[in-house]
């Protein structure tokens, strides 16, 4: 029997993304509304309180909307927007992040999808704050930069329509990024890290990093010791892996296309410092891919359904 699966906002990049992944499965039903019938509060209420899970591709307050309308239903929730990452009540949608997140994910009727960034950040502090490695308090920071899409439309219309013929852009100057409550609470941290995002003229693709001077870190934890924690942590993942460190360049575009996430330890054991550099697709393991895995958990399918290995 199939899941019956209702994308609120399948018109937007990450819905459209979700639908083209679900359309051709046998083991999903989809819940469609014409043009006229998508905008009506009716007949959105009516879809999403039939279907077995909902997932939500909406601005944040029509995502809060959208999930007051169910809040007495039986419909399970994927929330691809920021609305309710750090909400009560709300599993976070990051199996990887750590042991029984997955066992928990495919229990919740509530589930927030991670932020693209926030992925690639919690990938690589998360495991080094659990072993203690990365004290709680420490000052982390955080460089990351995304291809256009994960602007959405009006991003995408800029980049292709010549709108702009910027090569790489930093934003979020004012220090106060909507992801920075996902990631201090995610990673277990006591202050938020301080973060620079930017985005850089490819239309997919994503690579974060932070760097860490090793010798200043309470222990003085060697280069190898950070990089087998983070081994250590995804080694049963089929999506996230850790790379070799000692790669002379690292392309934006590694897994542009694809599901997966690849970690890197590049360190200098002279000065003790390291750069962990993360690099995903930012509509994949960052948005799309990682809703239709969270949706696989839930519906207890094979968990890499639909995903692009």
Not at 247 to 257: D, L
Not at 280 to 303: R, S, Y
Request: glycine share 12%; with cysteine.
């Amino acid at each position: 029997m199939s899941v019956l699966v209702f994308i609120d906002g399948a018109v937007g990049t990450t819905g459209i993304d979700i639908r083209e992944r679900l359309g051709g499965r046998g083991d999903i039903a989809l819940i469609a509304l014409d043009e006229a019938r998508r905008k009506d509060p009716a007949a959105r209420a009516e879809a999403l309180n039939d279907a077995d899970i909902a997932i939500l591709c909406l601005p944040d307050d029509a995502a809060r909307e959208a999930a007051a309308l169910v809040a007495g239903g039986t419909t399970r929730i994927i929330d691809a927007s920021s609305a309710h990452r750090v909400a009560a009540g709300w599993t976070y949608g990051f199996p990887e992040l750590g042991a029984g997140q997955a066992e928990r994910i495919a229990t919740a009727r509530l589930v927030s999808n991670p932020g693209c960034y926030p992925t690639a950040f919690l990938a690589l502090v998360a495991p080094l704050v659990r072993a203690g490695l990365v004290p709680a308090d420490w000052p982390l920071t955080y460089n990351a930069t995304s291809g256009y899409s994960g602007g959405g439309k009006a991003m995408i219309a800029e980049f292709e329509g010549g709108g702009t013929d910027t090569a790489f852009r930093a934003y979020a100057l004012g220090l106060a990024h909507k992801h920075l409550p996902e990631m201090q609470a995610h990673a277990g941290l006591a202050h938020p890290p301080v973060f620079a995002p930017a985005v850089a003229r490819l239309n997919r693709g994503m690579l974060g990093e932070v760097p860490l001077a090793l010798r200043q870190l309470p222990g003085r934890p060697e280069i190898a010791r950070i990089e087998d924690t983070l081994a250590a942590a995804y080694a049963d993942s089929a999506l996230v892996s850790v790379a070799p460190g000692d790669a002379a360049t690292i392309a934006i575009e590694e897994n542009a296309g694809t599901d997966r996430m690849t970690l890197r330890v590049c360190g200098n054991a002279d000065s003790g410092h390291v750069r962990l550099v993360a690099t995903l697709d930012n509509l994949g393991k960052g948005a799309g891919g990682a809703a239709v895995q969270n949706l696989n958990i839930m519906a207890g399918l094979d968990p890499l359904a639909g995903l692009v290995l």
